[in-house]
Nanobody, 124 residues
Framework: VQLQASGGGSVQPGDSLSLSCAVS????????TGWFRRAPGKDREFVAR????????DYQGSVKGRFTISKDNAKNAVYLQMNSLKPEDTAVYYC??????????????????WGQGTLVTVSS
């Protein structure tokens, strides 16, 4: 299983940006892929996830209504559309995948394979 994140860049507050994650292989028959981020000086935190089989999604509270995670089964890709970006969204964003679970999906331990990060900078 390999993941490749892309799409980061520098934008101004209020702007939009879309990240992509190319996923090759699946860790299990029922898996999820998520986005995490690590802001400067902070721990890596969960952002959002999507279940491959159903398309069900979950979000961290601070991004609900602004970020949208989606998937394309045909392209084996997961996307993160980020709108109304704020300076506090500045971080290195990572995509990761693992066997689906109902609970503790915000924990990094719920993901067995990780891609490299892509930097998002939101600044005026």
């Amino acid at each position: 299983v390999q993941l490749q994140a892309s799409g980061g860049g520098s934008v101004q507050p209020g702007d939009s940006l879309s990240l992509s994650c190319a996923v090759s292989g699946r860790p299990s028959d029922d898996s999820h892929t998520g986005w995490f981020r690590r802001a400067p000086g902070k721990d890596r935190e969960f952002v959002a996830r999507v279940r491959w089989s159903t398309g069900n999604t979950d979000y961290q509270g601070s991004v609900k209504g602004r970020f949208t995670i989606s998937k394309d089964n045909a392209k084996n890709a997961v996307y993160l559309q980020m709108n109304s970006l704020k300076p506090e969204d500045t971080a290195v964003y990572y995509c990761a995948t693992g066997p689906w679970r109902i609970y503790a999906y915000m924990s990094q331990s719920a993901y067995t394979h990780w891609g490299q990060g892509t930097l998002v900078t939101v600044s005026s």
